[in-house]
């Protein structure tokens, strides 16, 4: 069965530090997708990224990266010099097979970034 | 107006009670979904809908029903709310061929008392 986990619950960081988010994963299926989430204080949760399982290339956005390792089945996200605007919560989820196939959350890491 | 709307978005009952949540939306969508978000537990699936004619059962469906009356609508009822179905609620469509690239609602907050 599918599942993620997110190990850290919360993160509190000083504005401008670097902050990692680890997301684990575990799959049988050789064909899966991985995604990020965010959950700002307002509630609604925003996509950030998907990415399937053939493709290990890191991806960068802006301050956002993603470091994608198959060897140790994570997905983690770094957030470079981190504003106040990304204090939120998020979201690694999961999908097993064809991209359509159920989604499966982690538990979340609430991030507080203070001024 | 927001893309995916959610109605209402707090509720307090009583158990026992029949609730409906509501959700539109205007992305065209076809696919639609109902999660629940408890503290610590992240969203769980309790139903979704690829088209009209097709609904589905997410993982946790005990004790709810869907009824996807239009293409732009998706309503969750709870047709005898116990105190356990306290939670957040999230309405999210996604495109065809997006799977899982979700638009969330902003969420229904349900207290059962």
């Known amino acids: 069965a599918q599942k993620v986990t997110q190990a850290q619950t919360e993160i509190s960081v000083v504005e401008k530090e670097d902050v990692t988010l680890d997301c684990v994963y575990e799959?049988?299926?050789?064909?899966?997708?991985l995604f990020w989430y965010k959950q700002p204080p307002s509630g609604e949760l925003v996509f950030l990224i998907r990415?399937?399982?053939?493709?290990?290339q890191n991806e960068i956005s802006g301050r956002y990266s993603w470091n994608f390792q198959k060897s140790t089945s994570s997905f983690n996200f770094t957030i470079t010099a981190s504003q106040v605007v990304d204090s939120a919560v998020y979201f690694c989820?999961?999908?097993?097979?064809?991209?359509?196939?159920?989604?499966?959350f982690g538990g979340g890491t609430r991030v507080l970034v203070k001024p | 107006d927001a893309d995916v709307t959610q109605t209402p978005r707090n509720r307090i009952t009583k158990t026992g009670k029949r609730i409906m949540l509501e959700c539109s939306q205007t992305?065209?969508?076809?696919?639609m979904y109902w999660y629940r978000q408890d503290p610590g537990l992240g969203l769980r699936l309790i139903y979704y809908?690829?088209?009209?004619?097709?609904?589905n059962k997410g993982e946790i469906s005990d004790g709810y029903s869907v009824s996807r009356q239009a293409q732009a609508k998706f309503s969750l009822s709870l047709e005898s709310a116990i105190p356990n179905q306290t939670a957040l609620y999230f309405c999210?469509?996604?495109?065809?061929?997006?799977?899982?690239?979700?638009?969330f609602g902003a969420g229904s907050r349900l207290t059962v008392l």
């Open positions: 999210a469509t996604s495109a065809w061929d997006r799977a899982n690239v979700l638009t």
């Open positions: 799959t049988r299926d050789t064909t899966y997708y």
């Open positions: 990415r399937n399982s053939f493709d290990e």
């Open positions: 989820a999961l999908s097993e097979g064809a991209a359509g196939n159920k989604l499966t």
């Open positions: 992305k065209g969508h076809d696919r």
């Open positions: 809908s690829f088209d009209v004619k097709d609904i």
